[in-house]
């Protein structure tokens, strides 16, 4: 996967996104995140100075705490009022011992004192409102706490347990500093006179905010990335399209097939460079296969006359009686060197205009399974002069086809069969058809094909070594003549073989009607 060019590009741009969306991603959350911070601690910090502004109208010995002293040399403003409440205590426990008797026209209501300035101000210290209507669950709602500079608390709201611990000492006043227990987070005011002033609140419904706004991100994120994966995926396959398309036109062209070229209309300027290339490379392949083609169709055709010539006089000279059995020895050894090059001859002539486009074949509706019971009738002297039994399975099966080219890939594959095998061997020859194909298969018991020759038994004048000789007959045509007469007629040749148990060649041909093309 890695060694492809298109998959290289997909994880290239993977990467990219991925980096780019994380990125994206955790910018937008960290600064939702400090936004968010810092709008609470604004929130805080504003409910601290408020609570601030309203104690400092506090007499300065309440917020310093410590013991009550006077100011310059005067006694302090609560000595006579504390003389005045010891009288009027005097004065109600005597009355309620009744030895004096209730004051005219005062109720209890009336004997009760005014509530003092600094009394009012505390009662009157709350949270702003917008603070403490703050929604959220049990536990979160804001509390603050003011304490005097000997640390005992002056006004207090529920504040949750170890909140309170403030860390304002040293600071001055109107310095704040922030603070964080698990949950709750508060701000430690220096207010006046030494007193500190304490507000918090539980972080947990900004924190469940954000944990929101952080699974958002997620599915955003990677909703983004899935459309990313296929647009990048149809990005890559856009950009290798070209290529693939190349390959095709490519593997397309064979030695029957030179004319295809690449269409560069739909390519991008960067490739049509590529493909122009290429059209030349096989614009000058076809044109020397064309010229390979042309000579040896007309080295063999030149050729074909004079060996006929040749053939019709040594058969002649070879009939004359009395003549030397050396001399006739010596006639027989050239008829056949004759014969053999004329087979051979006629093998490249065929090859030759197959290559050259000049082959046509004549397509009839034919019985294949009769072809190859006339062939088999053929050769069935050969068989019994080699000893190797024939078995048929032959039920009627009708293609369209060239019987006599039929006939000639039945004889090449037959005679191989026979010529291979072993004395006592067997040959089946079955015919099939299913699936609009017409099977012809032929299978025998000999040496088999090693399997190093397997890839190259059909080309043109290969031979298996020791199996095939020329001592034994052959040119190394009988194969590709076969495989090319195969192709002709729209179908296709296999063979499997095993080493000292026989090959198996399995024939396929289309049975309904196939278009005439001349090759």
Excluded at 110 to 138: C, D, Q, V
Excluded at 258 to 266: E, P, V
Excluded at 465 to 480: H, I, Q, V, Y
Excluded at 490 to 513: D, H
Aim: proline share 6%.
């Amino acid at each position: 996967m890695f060694r492809s060019f298109r998959w290289r590009i997909q994880l290239w741009h993977t990467l990219i996104l991925v980096v780019v969306v994380s990125t994206f991603a955790g910018v937008l959350y960290w600064n939702a995140r400090i936004g968010r911070q810092r709008e609470f601690d604004n929130e805080l910090l504003s409910a601290a100075q408020v609570l601030s502004a309203a104690v400092s109208n506090l007499p300065p010995h309440e917020l310093a705490g410590g013991e009550t002293r006077s100011f310059r040399g005067q006694p302090p403003r609560d000595a006579g009022r504390g003389a005045r409440q010891e009288t009027t205590d005097a004065r109600r426990r005597l009355t309620e011992r009744g030895r004096l008797p209730p004051e005219p026209g005062r109720g209890d209501a009336e004997r009760r004192p005014p509530p003092k300035p600094s009394e009012r101000i505390l009662a009157e210290l709350a949270l702003p409102e917008t603070l403490k209507r703050r929604p959220g669950p049990p536990g979160s709602h804001a509390w603050f706490a003011v304490w005097r500079g000997d640390g005992q608390p002056l006004k207090q709201s529920s504040v949750p347990p170890n909140a309170a611990v403030h860390a304002a000492a040293g600071l001055g006043e109107g310095e704040y500093v922030f603070r964080r227990n698990g949950e709750r987070r508060w701000v430690s005011l220096a207010g006046p006179h030494g007193s500190v002033i304490d507000v918090g609140r539980s972080i947990e419904p900004e924190q469940r905010q954000l944990d929101q706004l952080f699974w958002q991100l997620v599915a955003v994120g990677a909703g983004v990335m899935l459309i990313g994966l296929v647009g990048g995926f149809v990005l890559s396959r856009n950009v290798v399209q070209p290529l693939v398309e190349m390959s095709a036109t490519a593997a397309a062209i064979s030695a029957t097939n030179l004319s295809r070229r690449i269409d560069t209309a739909n390519f991008d300027r960067e490739l049509q460079s590529l493909a122009a290339t290429l059209n030349g490379m096989f614009q000058r392949l076809e044109a020397a296969f064309e010229r390979q083609s042309r000579f040896t169709a007309d080295a063999s055709h030149e050729l074909r006359t004079p060996l006929t010539v040749i053939i019709t006089h040594l058969e002649y000279a070879a009939r004359r009686e009395g003549m030397p059995a050396e001399d006739r020895e010596t006639l027989d050894a050239c008829l056949r060197a004759a014969r053999r090059m004329k087979s051979l001859i006629e093998g490249l002539l065929l090859l030759a205009r197959v290559d050259a486009g000049s082959f046509p074949i004549s397509r009839q509706p034919c019985d294949l399974a009769a072809i190859v019971e006339e062939c088999v009738e053929l050769l069935r002297p050969l068989a019994d002069t080699a000893g190797v039994a024939l078995k048929l399975d032959l039920p009627s099966c009708e293609v369209e086809g060239d019987p006599a080219w039929l006939a000639q890939i039945v004889i090449n594959l037959l005679s191989n069969a026979l010529r291979y095998n072993r004395p006592g061997g067997e040959v089946a020859v079955t015919v099939a058809g299913a699936d609009g194909d017409a099977t012809l298969t032929m299978s025998d018991t000999g040496v088999g094909i090693p399997p190093v020759d397997q890839p190259h038994l059909f080309q043109r004048f290969y031979r298996v070594d020791k199996a095939r000789s020329r001592d034994e007959g052959g040119n190394g045509l009988g194969l590709a003549i076969t495989k090319s007469l195969v192709e002709l007629h729209g179908g296709e040749i296999t063979f499997t073989s095993e080493t000292g148990q026989g090959t198996t060649f399995v024939v396929r041909l289309p049975t309904s009607a196939v278009s005439e093309r001349a090759i």
